[in-house]
């Protein structure tokens, strides 16, 4: 028989009053009544691996991975709030097939970076691009046997994938250094996208490894929860490649907090 993972409350307030409000592949999806937290409370879990796996090539690319410039807006982002050019320890939660990793060591060789990566044939893309031993875990739970600590934690397009997201946030608020760092991106509940499409949003609803939909409160309130005092939302000036009118569009739903992706540096 097929296992079955269900979740009866909030992760972020504890609430069991919830509004299941759809139903999507193997995902069913609630909002709490009680502080507004979207989250599938019940899935798959063997579906969500068949949809890691699926896709033309070993893993599926992400922008992030594709797309040079959206990694050197988010490297610029980065060492706009820490220095980079010495040998800082760094660790990537979630470092997909190594692309932003390895073009953080093509530019600061001096840092220390780690990674985390769960998918098999992603991990040997980052085998294949960073130095070896650069791969210290293959999923959250490796993080709690981890006997370093950093100066900075990178966690791309993650945190959406994570069954016990919280959980994972308060062990990475361990593994920081005190003015330790934590750079993270997830996609925005309330983009203009998921407006115009509702649930059949690609980049947000649709994608069967999506587990949790964020808005920015609810990251917000779950950071704070993890112990991090102070938070910061990042709105990139330009990425991507529009010009002229669309930049100016683009910086306005950045500004609105309605573009696809919510960005945040939390400090330890
Ligand atoms: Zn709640």
Redesign the pocket.
């Known amino acids: 028989m097929e296992e079955i993972f269900r979740k009866s409350s ?1 992760e ?2 504890g ?1 069991a009053n919830l509004n299941e409000f759809a139903s999507i592949g193997h995902r069913k999806i609630a909002a ?1 009544r ?2 507004g ?1 979207v989250f599938s409370n019940e899935f798959n879990p063997l579906k969500v691996s068949e949809a890691y796996n699926a896709g033309p090539g070993p893993v599926k690319m992400s922008g992030l991975e594709k797309d040079a410039r959206i990694r050197a807006e988010l490297i610029k982002t980065l060492a706009r709030c820490r220095e980079l050019s010495i040998n800082h320890k760094l660790l990537d939660v979630g470092a997909g097939t190594g692309e932003f990793i390895a073009a953080l060591h093509a530019i600061y060789p001096a840092l220390e970076i780690y990674s985390i990566q769960k998918t098999k044939s992603a991990q040997e893309l980052i085998r294949d691009r960073i130095a070896p031993g650069a791969l210290i875990g293959t999923d959250t739970d490796s993080l709690e046997h981890i006997n370093k600590q950093f100066d900075i934690i990178t966690m791309l397009q993650t945190l959406e994938h994570l069954n016990s997201p919280l959980k994972t946030l308060r062990t990475l608020y361990e593994l920081l250094k005190p003015g330790g760092v934590l750079f993270i991106t997830v996609p925005n509940i309330n983009s203009y996208q998921v407006m115009l499409r509702g649930i059949d949003n690609n980049y947000c609803f649709s994608n069967e490894t999506h587990l949790q939909f964020y808005s920015r409160k609810s990251l917000e309130a779950m950071l704070l929860k993890a112990g991090f005092k102070r938070k910061k939302r990042i709105i990139p000036g330009r990425c991507g490649n529009a010009t002229g009118i669309g930049m100016a569009i683009q910086f306005a739903l950045r500004i609105l907090c309605i573009s696809n992706e919510l960005r945040y540096i939390a400090f330890k």
């Open positions: 909030c972020i307030c609430s709490c009680k502080c937290f």
